[in-house]
């Protein structure tokens, strides 16, 4: 069955960098897109990066461009995304998503938290 699991959360101080990392399992991993979510509290869940199966084009939200890079490997089923310049509104539990035969599918989702 699909299996995401997220790891590299944590706290950190404003401008900071973390990397947040997704092993993916269950599925060809190649053959799909994949997606980083947030969901700040009291917030809805909002799509912050795209990344498609090959690796070539990505996308991203307008509040991480130019600080946020998703990538992934497709050898190690892994996508990872470098978040750089850390605000405290990127405070949020991040979650790794895949859509497979129109089903959502989400890892557990890890904190960053963006404090003094």
């Known amino acids: 069955q699909v299996q995401l699991a997220e790891s590299g959360g944590g706290l950190v101080q404003p401008g900071g960098s973390l990397r947040l990392s997704c092993a993916a399992s269950g599925f060809i991993f190649s053959n799909y897109a994949m997606n980083w979510f947030r969901q700040a509290p009291g917030k809805e869940r909002e799509l912050v990066a795209t990344?498609?199966?090959?690796?070539?084009?990505?996308k991203y939200t307008d509040s991480v461009k130019g600080r946020f890079t998703v990538s992934r490997d497709n050898v190690e089923n892994t996508v990872s995304l470098q978040m750089n310049s850390l605000k405290p509104e990127d405070t949020a539990v991040y979650y790794c998503?895949?859509?497979?035969?129109?089903?959502?599918?989400w890892g557990q989702g890890t904190q960053v938290t963006v404090s003094s």
């Open positions: 990344i498609t199966g090959a690796g070539g084009s990505t």
């Open positions: 998503n895949v859509i497979r035969y129109s089903r959502n599918y």
